[in-house]
């Protein structure tokens, strides 16, 4: 699976959006892009994945470039609770295939 | 998102004895699960696989003998640390693959 290359941590202040980057400049194909979050002491918590459209749920927007290099998190409005380890993972598309979990970006959102 | 639960959610034991851990997928049937292991400030490592019926794979330096992984049913894997020592407390968290991958609350493990 293709490496991927996070900010150590980043501020953001409460309300406001904040946007997470991943560099994954050698994905290939088949693989998509995987983010997940981990709250201090909980599991991972599955946020959002594509592979080369846009995508958008109820937690988060996923943007990925057109040569899907990198993508961009957005948590439109950041609370306290978003406060976490942010990860990005790319998984080739079959299912059972195992995730590698990388250091994370520690997103600290401030009142 | 589909649910995992794990027990306990944590165990502290004597050093020597074995501690079994419980995963279960509460709402989705999860073929394969995984098994994860988190010291301390640092990210997850994946320590196995396991499919259900079948004997599961282990990461190179996951001593098969030692972190014993049976997948009995589509909703229900165990893992067992043999003979705990002190090094092997740590954070075990179990994900279970429904539509995406989904991980349990995790079980904190201290051994004395």
């Known amino acids: 699976d293709a490496k991927t290359t996070q900010p150590t941590s980043m501020d953001c202040a409460e309300g406001r959006a904040a946007n997470l980057p991943c560099n994954h400049s050698?994905?290939?194909?088949?693989?998509?892009v995987y983010w997940y979050r981990q709250i201090h002491s909980q599991g991972p918590q599955y946020i959002i994945h594509?592979?080369?459209n846009n995508e958008t749920n109820e937690m988060a927007s996923l943007i990925i470039t057109e040569d899907r290099k990198s993508s961009t998190l957005i948590l439109p409005h950041a609370t306290l609770r978003d406060t976490a380890v942010y990860y990005c993972?790319?998984?080739?598309?079959?299912?059972?295939?195992?995730?590698?979990f990388g250091g994370g970006t520690r997103v600290l959102v401030k009142p | 998102g589909a649910v995992v639960s794990q027990h306990p959610s944590w165990v502290i034991c004597k050093s020597g004895t074995s501690v079994k851990i419980e995963c279960r997928s509460l709402?989705?049937?999860?073929?394969?699960m995984f098994w994860y292991r988190q010291f301390p400030k640092q990210s997850l490592m994946l320590m196995a696989t396991s499919n259900e019926g079948s004997k599961a794979t282990y990461e190179q330096g996951v001593e098969k003998d030692k972190f014993l992984i049976n997948h009995a049913s589509l909703t229900l894997s165990t893992l067992t640390v043999t003979s705990a020592h002190p090094e092997d407390s740590s954070f075990y968290i179990c994900g279970g693959m429904g539509e995406t991958q989904y991980f349990g609350p995790g079980t904190r493990l201290l051994v004395l």
């Open positions: 594509g592979l080369k």
């Open positions: 050698t994905i290939s194909g088949n693989e998509y």
């Open positions: 709402d989705f049937q999860a073929t394969t």
């Open positions: 993972i790319v998984r080739r598309g079959a299912a059972g295939n195992k995730l590698t």
